[in-house]
C-alpha cells in the first residue's frame, strides 16, 4: 500500500479573488428589496435564481441576509424591539393584543370596587359592552361578500351601544336577520344550560343601595373564612 498523500484541492473561495464589486457589510434598502423581488418570485428554496437578482452580492451573502430576516421575523412574533436614550436596544417579550389587555384593565377596574367599595356598580355590564367594542374594533372580521351580506363589524357595534344605552347603529336587513336568529339561538342554550354564575355575573351590575354597615349582596359568591 502506497503511503503517498494525495493533494488536495484548494477550496473554491480561496482560487479567486472576490469582485471588487460585490458588495459588504449591511444590505442596502435597495438590495433587500431585489432579495423581497426574487423571493416572492422564486421562493426561498431556489437560492441560485434569487442570488441573480442581487449581482452586487453572492449566494453565500444573500442565504445569511435571508437567515437574519428569518430570525428577526421569528423574534418579531414573540418580543418588541426597544429603543432607549443611551442607544441600547433591549429586546423585550411582547405585550398581550391590545384587545386582551383591555380586558385585564376592566377586570382589574372590577375588582378594585369590590374591594374599595363594597359594591359592583355597573363595572360588569360595562365590561361587556366594551368588550363587544373591542372585539368590532381589534378583531379581523370576515368581509361582508363573504358572509352571505353580515357587517359583524357592524353588529358588534351595535350591540355595545345597546348594552350602553347609547343611540344605536342603523343595521340592514342581512345583519339585523342575523343577530335576531343568534339571539334565539342563544336563548334555546340559555334555556338548556346551567348559567347560574353568568346570570350572577350580570346582576352584579344592578346597583346596590344598602343601609349603612351593611354587608354588600355577593350573588351567590361564598365569602372567605
Known amino acids: ?68 430576516l428569518q430570525k428577526q421575523a421569528q423574534r418579531s412574533l414573540t418580543s418588541i424591539k426597544r429603543e432607549y436614550k ?13 384587545l386582551d389587555r383591555w380586558l385585564d384593565h376592566l377586570i382589574n377596574l372590577h375588582d378594585k370596587a369590590e374591594i374599595l367599595l363594597g359594591t359592583q356598580e355597573e ?7 366594551r368588550s363587544m367594542g373591542h372585539i368590532a374594533k381589534y378583531e379581523e372580521h370576515p368581509t361582508p361578500e363573504e ?28 345583519d339585523a336577520k342575523f343577530l335576531i336568529q343568534a339571539l334565539q339561538r342563544l ?8 348559567v347560574g354564575k353568568e346570570t350572577a355575573f350580570l346582576l352584579c351590575g344592578r346597583p346596590q343601595w344598602r343601609a349603612k354597615g351593611q354587608k354588600p349582596r355577593t350573588y351567590g359568591k361564598q365569602e372567605e373564612v
Open 123 to 129: 363595572l360588569p355590564v360595562r365590561m361587556l359592552a
Open 187 to 194: 336563548s334555546t342554550s340559555v334555556d338548556r344550560e346551567d
Open 1 to 68: 500500500m502506497s503511503s503517498r498523500k494525495r493533494s488536495r484541492e484548494a477550496p473554491q473561495r480561496y482560487e479567486e479573488k472576490p469582485s471588487s464589486k460585490m458588495g459588504r457589510g449591511e444590505f442596502t434598502d435597495a438590495e433587500d428589496a431585489n432579495l423581497l423581488a426574487a423571493l416572492l418570485k422564486y421562493g426561498p428554496m431556489d437560492l441560485h435564481k434569487v442570488a441573480e437578482n442581487i449581482p452586487s452580492r453572492n449566494e453565500y451573502q444573500v442565504k445569511q441576509r435571508m437567515l437574519a
Open 147 to 174: 358572509c352571505n351580506g353580515v357587517d359583524f363589524r357592524n353588529v358588534y357595534e351595535f350591540l355595545e351601544s345597546m348594552m350602553m344605552g347609547l343611540p344605536s347603529k342603523t343595521l340592514n336587513s342581512m
Open 86 to 98: 443611551n442607544g441600547k436596544v433591549k429586546f423585550e417579550p411582547r405585550d398581550k393584543v391590545a
